[in-house]
């Protein structure tokens, strides 16, 4: 039943100038710099989806698609009715961007230390270019953990 549900309101497939499909299947997480509660980062469709995949009962479901129907035709984007599935969505997105933090962590120290140039400097190169990748991509996500830490508490 939710997949049937989200099958119905996604969004169109759309193809950016590199050719890269862009699907209901990823989302953008960008670094959220306010601490407090507001502010953009996590996406509203990845909360919406965390929401769909929090749902209990089929009124839940049915809920959300009366809800998908006004206006603005987007599905789950508003906060649950009921503050505990609310919290319980959010502490499972919480839970998967902390152990992708934890994955990028360890990827991290897999890669050795890169202080000093390996006898192939193409090597060093490629090294220390993953290794920013993953530390930009690491303080996205500790960034992201931490407002929804701070949205599950308040």
Same mark, same amino acid.
């Given at each position: 039943?939710?997949?049937?549900?989200l099958?119905?309101?996604?969004?169109p497939i759309?193809n950016d100038?590199?050719?890269?499909?862009?699907?209901?299947?990823?989302?953008?997480?960008?670094e959220?710099?306010?601490?407090?509660?507001?502010?953009?980062?996590?996406?509203?469709?990845?909360?919406?989806f965390?929401?769909?995949l929090c749902?209990?009962?089929?009124?839940?479901?049915s809920d959300?698609?009366?809800?998908?129907?006004?206006?603005?035709?987007r599905?789950?984007?508003r906060?649950?009715?009921n503050?505990?599935?609310e919290?319980?969505?959010?502490?499972m997105l919480l839970?998967?961007?902390?152990? +992708?933090?934890e994955?990028?962590?360890?990827?991290i120290m897999? +890669?050795g230390l890169?202080?000093?140039?390996?006898?192939?400097?193409?090597?060093?190169?490629r090294?220390?270019?993953?290794?920013d +990748?993953?530390?930009g991509?690491?303080?996205?996500l500790?960034?992201?953990?931490a407002?929804?830490r701070?949205?599950c508490?308040v």
């Amino acid at each position: 039943m939710k997949w049937e549900l989200l099958k119905r309101h996604h969004r169109p497939i759309s193809n950016d100038v590199n050719c890269f499909d862009s699907s209901v299947d990823s989302f953008a997480i960008k670094e959220v710099r306010s601490g407090s509660g507001k502010g953009k980062g996590i996406p509203e469709s990845l909360r919406a989806f965390a929401r769909v995949l929090c749902c209990t009962s089929p009124q839940e479901l049915s809920d959300l698609a009366k809800e998908a129907t006004e206006p603005t035709g987007r599905l789950a984007r508003r906060p649950l009715r009921n503050s505990s599935g609310e919290i319980k969505a959010h502490q499972m997105l919480l839970s998967k961007l902390t152990r +992708l933090a934890e994955d990028y962590d360890a990827s991290i120290m897999s +890669l050795g230390l890169v202080s000093s140039p390996i006898t192939c400097e193409r090597l060093y190169i490629r090294r220390q270019m993953a290794r920013d +990748l993953l530390n930009g991509e690491l303080r996205i996500l500790k960034s992201a953990s931490a407002w929804l830490r701070n949205y599950c508490d308040v």
